[in-house]
């Protein structure tokens, strides 16, 4: 089944419940705005339940978009074994082997399976998946694209084999039996959200404390992945607060919720003090991605002067999706109405050189357009795999990025940018325009142009688990001792 729930402004959980009135599955947890949701319905699955957390009445709508039958479960075509262990065991199961020793293995050592290469600097990597029906399919994989895994002939065995940089660090799931339906590559591609889940035999799962399988991931960090400054080591004993409000722009026609860090034993008139305008603030606070976490250690260490965090809630993706790509609207209402208010609440005045503004994916175009057109509040952007090959409809210059056209015709000297991005942000087809390749295009203008630029590039896709590490390795660059 596929639908939406749409809630308004108020947050919301809904889930599948049992017959007896157990909760089998979390479908969306404290949702606001037009929500999606994809699931299968497991055995004894009898009702879908819409909870508001915080006492609340609540009007919501619940739209069921697509029930499809059991037919649409289809397999995929088989893939080479570049694994050498699965070589093997490919004819020795040929000759009668059963597989239990086999999953007994990667029980105890853990999935994926990590094999040498004989390429220096990289290593086979083979996720694995034991009894899908028809199919399996490999989200977060290292490529650019959702990865169908193939089944091993005459066995319980799924699997999906790279070759990949011994630097690599994803976050990645496995759906087993994802329906295929009449729709668009897109529809087809979002399915796997129905059963997609955490690896079970993988030792590092993101969420584990969350309330079911399907809401959880699977970290694979490889032992050459770099350092993620701030991610480890005990939490200081003085630590940040975090406060929020609800802030409604009459320009934009919404209210969304704001939340501020501020660091333990904040000073008003420190002038060291950074302002950091963080998009997509809730993803930003989770075990994924633990933003004021990364902060309490980096001050605490001297590694980062005093930071004040404002985390802009995006509302919901279509929401998003209207705002980050370049709305004006957005861009005014954040500069000249949502950080004047921060900075009145807090009784200080921020300083544009000490002020930076960053996101990823949508959040990155827009934190590249902010002190392009904003520099007097801006001086500072950290672009995390920006959406580059967003372009206008009105847009007819298709051999050069949108945003590499804007900062060819002007380029404000009295920035400073920080920009990353993915090996895995690559172009999945001949001709499409990538993330990867857009953001090389963008660095070269930027360098060109005299801008201060840093720039990066990750052995990961599009991921939190990158964007985590690269945000502070910004901050660091960017205003570090």
Request: aromatic share 8%.
């Given at each position: 089944?596929?639908?939406?729930?749409?809630?308004?402004?108020?947050?919301?959980?809904?889930?599948?419940?049992?017959?007896?009135?157990?909760?089998?599955?979390?479908?969306?947890?404290?949702?606001?705005?037009?929500?999606?949701?994809?699931?299968?319905?497991?055995?004894?699955?009898?009702?879908?339940?819409?909870?508001?957390?915080?006492?609340?009445?609540?009007?919501?709508?619940?739209?069921?978009?697509?029930?499809?039958?059991?037919?649409?479960?289809?397999?995929?075509?088989?893939?080479?074994?570049?694994?050498?262990?699965?070589?093997?065991?490919?004819?020795?199961?040929?000759?009668?082997?059963?597989?239990?020793?086999?999953?007994?293995?990667?029980?105890?050592?853990?999935?994926?399976?990590?094999?040498?290469?004989?390429?220096?600097?990289?290593?086979?990597?083979?996720?694995?998946?034991?009894?899908?029906?028809?199919?399996?399919?490999?989200?977060?994989?290292?490529?650019?694209?959702?990865?169908?895994?193939?089944?091993?002939?005459?066995?319980?065995?799924?699997?999906?084999?790279?070759?990949?940089?011994?630097?690599?660090?994803?976050?990645?799931?496995?759906?087993?039996?994802?329906?295929?339906?009449?729709?668009?590559?897109?529809?087809?591609?979002?399915?796997?959200?129905?059963?997609?889940?955490?690896?079970?035999?993988?030792?590092?799962?993101?969420?584990?404390?969350?309330?079911?399988?399907?809401?959880?991931?699977?970290?694979?960090?490889?032992?050459?992945?770099?350092?993620?400054?701030?991610?480890?080591?005990?939490?200081?004993?003085?630590?940040?607060?975090?406060?929020?409000?609800?802030?409604?722009?009459?320009?934009?026609?919404?209210?969304?919720?704001?939340?501020v860090y501020t660091p333990a034993g904040f000073e008003?008139?420190?002038?060291?003090?950074?302002?950091?305008?963080?998009?997509?603030?809730?993803?930003?606070?989770?075990?994924?991605?633990?933003?004021?976490?990364?902060?309490?250690?980096?001050?605490?260490?001297?590694?980062?002067?005093?930071?004040?965090?404002?985390?802009?809630?995006?509302?919901?993706?279509?929401?998003?999706?209207?705002?980050?790509?370049?709305?004006r609207d957005f861009l005014t209402v954040v500069a000249?109405?949502?950080?004047?208010?921060?900075?009145?609440?807090?009784?200080?005045?921020?300083?544009?050189?000490?002020?930076?503004?960053?996101?990823?994916?949508?959040?990155?175009?827009?934190?590249?357009?902010?002190?392009?057109?904003?520099?007097?509040?801006?001086?500072?952007?950290?672009?995390l795999s920006g959406s580059f090959w967003w372009s206008?409809?009105?847009?007819?210059?298709?051999?050069?990025?949108?945003?590499?056209?804007?900062?060819?015709?002007?380029?404000?000297?009295?920035?400073?940018?920080?920009?990353?991005?993915?090996?895995?942000?690559?172009?999945?087809?001949?001709?499409?325009?990538?993330?990867?390749?857009?953001?090389?295009?963008?660095?070269?203008?930027?360098?060109?142009?005299?801008?201060?630029?840093?720039?990066?590039?990750?052995?990961?896709?599009?991921?939190?688990?990158?964007?985590?590490?690269?945000?502070?390795?910004?901050?660091?660059?960017?205003?570090?001792?």
């Open positions: 089944m596929i639908g939406h729930l749409n809630s308004g402004k108020s947050p919301v959980d809904l889930a599948l419940l049992s017959k007896d009135g157990t909760q089998i599955r979390l479908l969306l947890a404290r949702n606001t705005g037009n929500g999606q949701f994809q699931f299968v319905m497991p055995q004894g699955a009898f009702a879908l339940q819409i909870l508001n957390l915080d006492g609340e009445t609540v009007e919501s709508t619940l739209t069921l978009d697509k029930v499809l039958p059991q037919e649409a479960l289809i397999g995929p075509a088989p893939s080479p074994l570049l694994s050498p262990t699965l070589r093997a065991l490919s004819d020795e199961i040929a000759s009668g082997r059963e597989t239990e020793q086999f999953w007994n293995e990667r029980a105890q050592n853990g999935t994926p399976m990590i094999e040498p290469s004989e390429r220096p600097g990289h290593v086979i990597v083979t996720f694995l998946w034991r009894g899908a029906e028809k199919n399996a399919r490999l989200w977060g994989a290292p490529t650019s694209d959702h990865t169908w895994m193939t089944r091993l002939a005459g066995s319980d065995i799924w699997f999906a084999s790279f070759e990949v940089p011994d630097s690599l660090r994803l976050t990645y799931g496995i759906a087993p039996d994802v329906p295929q339906f009449k729709g668009s590559a897109r529809e087809n591609r979002v399915a796997l959200l129905a059963t997609l889940q955490a690896d079970p035999l993988n030792h590092h799962p993101i969420y584990p404390d969350a309330p079911d399988i399907w809401s959880q991931r699977s970290e694979l960090s490889l032992p050459n992945a770099p350092e993620q400054p701030g991610m480890t080591g005990p939490l200081p004993e003085a630590r940040g607060t975090i406060s929020g409000f609800d802030f409604t722009s009459e320009v934009l026609g919404n209210t969304r919720r704001v939340d008003l008139t420190d002038p060291e003090t950074v302002v950091l305008v963080l998009f997509d603030g809730p993803a930003y606070q989770t075990p994924r991605a633990p933003v004021p976490e990364i902060l309490d250690r980096l001050i605490a260490e001297g590694r980062l002067p005093p930071v004040v965090a404002v985390m802009i809630d995006p509302l919901d993706s279509e929401v998003r999706g209207r705002e980050l790509p370049l709305n000249d109405d949502l950080l004047p208010r921060v900075a009145r609440d807090l009784g200080f005045v921020p300083d544009a050189t000490r002020t930076v503004v960053a996101g990823s994916s949508y959040g990155g175009l827009a934190a590249a357009w902010f002190p392009h057109e904003r520099p007097d509040v801006f001086g500072n952007a950290i672009v206008p409809e009105t847009y007819n210059r298709p051999g050069t990025p949108y945003m590499s056209e804007l900062w060819m015709q002007d380029a404000p000297k009295d920035v400073r940018l920080w920009m990353s991005a993915g090996l895995y942000e690559a172009a999945r087809l001949p001709g499409e325009v990538s993330i990867l390749e857009t953001s090389r295009h963008l660095r070269d203008i930027l360098t060109m142009a005299g801008v201060d630029l840093t720039y990066r590039e990750y052995a990961g896709g599009h991921d939190y688990l990158i964007w985590r590490g690269a945000l502070a390795e910004g901050l660091i660059d960017l205003f570090g001792g």
